[in-house]
């Protein structure tokens, strides 16, 4: 691309796009180019109030609650064909303000759109139970109601995508969303919000609020806010969930992981090197299900670790504009440090550096090199903590029993996975484990079908699949008495 381009967005209050009440603005600098490719408002308390006040609007007086699902899906739908229309653009606008690989970005935007069209088929498939066998004089039913105002707070690294997974659902089933998209990378959001008002979706139903951490803040302690859908770091969402007590409001969190692949000695190798190198670069590493952790058998544990070894110099790193690229990015300055830190860590506590390790040489931007460890053992933070970059700790295991306590031994939950050819290894890890998802001879394949969260400290509820419903309704329960009362006073 000869010239990188730059965007300017406003938030989005009330169907309207406007500055914030300060007027003061912010800018995204490129991580692969050092170029301003975003200028955004900085909104504050004042723009989140506005905001919240508007979505409680829309929620309260508004007619989007009280639409049939069958009308609210049409809508949905819309936004889809919207998405799947702008894809090329969405794509470019994540790629400048993420880091991440041109060619991923499009799959994201695509999924995205998969989202939207599942999301879609929830707002018909809201509904309860009917109790006729609770005495023949009563009828119960039970009925699930939209929950609200929702404030949905996002991170960096997959902008597009995590919004995907909470605002269509959300709006699905009936509740309307304040959102807060990280500072890192808001343009997708903005965007997104106005093609839902392209869809002819009322205002108010989906406001965005640009800013730093303060707007999720309010969002969180704020009365008028019924529910906080929060996808972060574990530190920030412990905070949310504290805010959000103040007032009671029902808290969904999905946070960092430390994901194991278990990788047995029967394994077919080959594709589990390949899954082991996609699940720990994808996105640079900057994923919440990186496959950052290995635990071999030891009988092969040397053969295994020196092929990952191998596979992962093939893997092509630079500008992610361009479409060969695997490997863009580093999205921020805080994170390349931190990224150093652990691989110093890694190295004093005697692990083995088997690759990389350090910051690549570049004319613009900031990329670091795949990255392997052996030798790693449980007690290291780089086998226990979330690095958030193209880093690979490997460790070895004997038993089974061995391979399950290494496997749980973060205070992690969300994803874990097995390489094996036998159905009796792979159904005792997956027992066994404690994590959200479990990968059976495959790494990070999704589906909006299947709910998605994790145990732990990785966070509270699940997102996608018809588990979405629970997560965005109240139930309430209605008793009905048929017949005559029985008195009290006699
Ligand atoms: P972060 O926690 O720093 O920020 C997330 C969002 O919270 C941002 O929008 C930020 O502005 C906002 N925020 C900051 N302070 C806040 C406060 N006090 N109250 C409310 N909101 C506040 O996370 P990040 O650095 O943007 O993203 C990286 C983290 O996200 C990693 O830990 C990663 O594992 C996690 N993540 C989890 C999933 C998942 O589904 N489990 C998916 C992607 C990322």
Known sequence: MDKIPAFNYQLLIDGKSVESKSGSRFDRVSPAHDKTVGSYADGAI???????????????????????????ARHIRKVAELIERDLEKIALVEVLESGKPISQARDEI????????YAATL????????????????????VREPIGVVGVITPWNFPFLIASQKVPFAIALGCTVVVKPSQLTSGTTVIMGELVREAGIPEGVMNVVTGKG??????????????????????????????????????????GGKNPQIIMADADLEAAVDAVVFGVYFN????????????????????????????????????????????????SSDQLQTIERYVQEGVQAGASLELGGTKLDSKAGRYFSPTVFGGVTEGMSIAKEEIFGPVLSVLKFSTMDDAVRIANSTLFGLSSGIWTANINSAMTFAKAVRSGTVWINC?????????????????IGRELGRQAIQEFTETKTIAIHTGSRSMWVK
């Open 46 to 72: 004042e723009d989140a109030d506005l905001a919240i006040k508007s979505s409680r609007k829309a929620f309260d007086s508004g007619p989007w609650p009280k639409l049939s699902g069958a009308v609210r």
């Open 214 to 255: 303060v707007v999720g803040s309010r969002l969180s302690e704020h009365p008028d806010v019924d529910m906080i859908t929060f996808t972060g770091s574990t530190q920030i969402g412990k905070k949310v969930m504290a805010a959000a007590a103040g007032t009671v409001k029902k808290v969904e969190l999905e946070l």
């Open 284 to 331: 640079q590493g900057e994923c919440c299900n990186s496959g950052s952790r290995i635990i071999v058998q030891d009988s092969i544990a040397d053969d295994f670790l020196a092929r990952v070894v191998e596979k992962s110099k093939r893997v092509k790193v630079g500008d992610p504009l361009d479409p060969d690229v695997l490997v863009g990015a580093i999205a």
């Open 443 to 459: 790494w990070m394949d999704g589906f909006p079908e299947m709910p998605f969260g994790g145990f732990g400290e990785s966070g």
């Open 123 to 142: 707002a018909q498939h809201s509904y309860g139970d009917a109790h006729n066998a609770i005495g023949n004089d009563y009828l119960g039913l039970v």
């Open 110 to 117: 695509k999924s995205s759109a998969e989202l939207w069209y």
